[in-house]
């Protein structure tokens, strides 16, 4: 049976018994596909559409006459889109690499080191891992409150670290649990320290397990509408990109030709990363499967 | 902006140099011990930032939030009297929390239940073909957008313009051009508005279940398919009854992940009806009491209501890691 598969397919698969056999799962995915796509696609053909366009004809009716960036214009001119995208960036790189710094040391415990609690504190972890993040917010808001830091950045820097941490930290140790055990103890005998055992060998090999994290990372923060709504607050001199936009939805209601291009302005970073670093992004939802 | 902009770059740079520092000076201090106590030692001192954080973070208001439950905590304070479980029963009773809950309920059930099984599904097709790459990349990219651009995004697709004008909504164009029935409002009309956000929900997530599903898949021994189309069996059969239970573990993470998402839906909602026309969730609610209501005891309950429903699977997820651990 397997071999007559394979006759068949080496034989012009077009016009094969298989092609007609899968016409369906053809036919479904593709269908499948174009109903995922349709919804992005419309409205980036519409954020190139004038004003009066938008709003009183489909953008199925779209012709390249009336293409025009008016929109994205208009968006960043009056509504401080640029502000918020450069603080969406001062909120999630320092998020970022605050998140991944700091799991890395504690994986790297975690994975060769041993101590008495190391058990019980990661599957302490490993159960907060699923905890809402609503647990934290009330509290919190009021810490941060009592110690100013509402309405600042390092306040949300702090707080996505911490509720990152245990995913962050879960996938850092997987990765290095993995190394191989001899490159360490081979590196231990010839006299390393844990820190150079640490800085030439953990990091470097597991570049593919940081790229992942901070991919994830990266778009978890700079997506995030809740914390950012409740730390930061709406005024536009803070305000980063979910929080603008969702402004501008409550202000304009059916403002179509503000609201299409103020969400493609948002979504370009994350999109271009997702598509150049598609692999990374796979490998740790796959190695994480859960993130809180 | 400018400042900002440089900022955004100069800040990393200083809290990686700042751990660096941080480390070097506790193996500096590490190195004058004597070398019996530094290997209790280290550890302590590679974890603490983490540990720190975590507790400040996470663990700290958990204990707070548990406390604060069955306090009558509003604008300011920190602390209130404590009024026993009058909160509980006001979450139970009052018909709009209730009535938040009940939607979460569908959630859970309609969100998951096609998420899980057209991912599946997929993820089956998928392997079946050539191309299944750009498919899975197009079902996946929904993740990569934020929970606000899908708002937008799908407010957009439910448009809504009454019966005599031009629809510039996708769905009602379709609605009233090929089967000319009046054009709908998909987030306004009850029950089915809910619904509507459902559908966007699997919007997002699909992709996400079929790409693990798909992975899991690919893991489990082709030979086994084979054996038993050999033996006759229907496709049907290979997939019911091999396919399915071979995958049952990863199946499960996959449908606990979405559960979990589920009971913790926020931004869909928020974005698109701001949980107005009964579309109304858990994690809304705690918003709305944390910020409008400024009642931190009744946030705090729905939080630690939402905690216990959790719970479950907390347990569970900590029994598969020992069990994978273990293996």
């Known amino acids: 049976m397997i071999v007559q598969k394979k006759v068949n397919a080496q034989r012009s698969p077009w016009l094969s018994v298989v092609f007609f056999r899968n016409l369906p799962t053809y036919l479904l995915l593709l269908l499948t596909s174009v109903m995922w796509i349709l919804p992005t696609l419309a409205l980036l053909v519409s954020s190139f559409r004038p004003q009066d366009k938008i709003a009183n004809t489909g953008w199925w009716t779209f012709s390249f006459s009336e293409f025009t960036l008016a929109n994205y214009q208009a968006v960043f001119a009056a509504n401080n889109l640029g502000l918020a995208f450069v603080n969406s960036l001062y909120l999630t790189i320092p998020a970022t690499v605050l998140t991944i710094a700091v799991a890395s040391l504690a994986a790297y415990a975690f994975s060769w080191m041993r101590f008495s609690g190391s058990n019980l504190i990661f599957t302490v972890l490993v159960a907060l891992s699923i905890v809402p993040i609503q647990m934290s917010l009330g509290p919190i808001l009021k810490l941060m409150s009592a110690l100013h830091l509402t309405g600042r950045f390092e306040a949300v820097w702090i707080f996505h670290a911490g509720i990152g941490l245990p995913f962050a930290i879960f996938l850092m140790r997987n990765f290095f649990s993995a190394l191989p055990k001899e490159m360490f103890e081979s590196a231990y005998l010839d006299g390393a320290s844990p820190l150079v055992a640490f800085f030439r060998l953990a990091l470097p090999t597991s570049v593919p397990a940081l790229a992942s994290l901070a991919i994830f ?29 969702s402004y501008l939805v409550g202000q304009y209601g059916d403002g179509w030709q503000l609201l299409t291009a103020a969400a493609f302005i948002s979504m370009a970073l994350p999109l271009l990363l997702f598509f150049t670093m598609q692999r990374y992004f796979v490998q740790g939802i796959l190695a994480g499967s859960v993130k809180g | 902006m400018l400042e900002k902009l440089v900022l955004a770059f100069l800040i990393p740079v200083l809290i990686v140099g700042g751990l660096l520092f941080y480390l070097y000076l506790g193996e500096a201090l590490i190195a004058r011990l004597p070398r019996s106590r530094q290997g209790a030692i280290r550890p302590w001192i590679w974890l603490s930032p983490a540990l720190l954080l975590l507790v400040v973070i996470m663990v700290w ?248 429903v959790i719970f479950p699977f907390m347990v569970q997820n900590v029994r598969r890691f020992h069990a994978q651990e273990n293996r």
């Open chain 2, 61 to 308: 208001p958990l204990l707070q939030s548990f406390v604060a439950s069955f306090q009558h905590v509003t604008g300011d304070a920190v602390t209130g009297p404590f009024v026993g479980i009058q909160n509980y029963i006001t979450a139970f009773t009052d018909p709009q929390m209730l009535g938040s809950m009940v939607n979460n309920l569908y959630w859970i059930v309609f969100f998951t239940g096609v998420t899980v099984c057209g991912g599946l599904a997929l993820a089956v097709l998928v392997n079946r073909v050539k191309y299944g790459g750009p498919v899975k990349t197009i079902l996946f990219m929904p993740m990569a957008i934020s929970f606000v651009a899908t708002g937008v995004i799908w407010r957009f697709m439910y448009a809504y313009r009454p019966e005599d004008a031009p629809q510039i909504g996708t769905l009602n164009a379709v609605v009233t051009g090929l089967f000319h029935i009046p054009p709908v409002a998909w987030i306004f009309q009850q029950p089915g508005n809910n619904l509507a956000l459902i559908v966007v929900g699997v919007w997002m997530f699909t992709g996400f279940c079929l790409v693990i599903l798909n992975a899991g898949l690919r893991s489990l021994p082709e030979e086994v398919h084979e054996a038993a189309r050999v033996d006759g069996a229907t496709e049907w059969q290979v997939f019911s009854r091999i396919t399915v239970p071979l995958l049952a573990p990863t199946i499960s993470v996959v449908a606990t992940t979405m559960v979990i998402n589920a009971l913790k839906m926020f931004d869909i909602v928020y974005v698109m009806t701001a949980g107005n026309f009964g579309t109304d969730v858990i994690a809304n609610q705690i918003y709305k009491q944390l910020y409008s209501s400024r009642d931190l005891g009744m946030a705090s309950t729905l939080a630690v209501i939402l905690l216990v």
């Open chain 1, 217 to 245: 990372q990266f778009m978890w923060v700079w997506n995030d509408l809740l914390v950012a709504l409740i730390f930061l607050g709406g005024t536009p001199s803070v305000a980063v990109l979910p929080v603008a936009i």
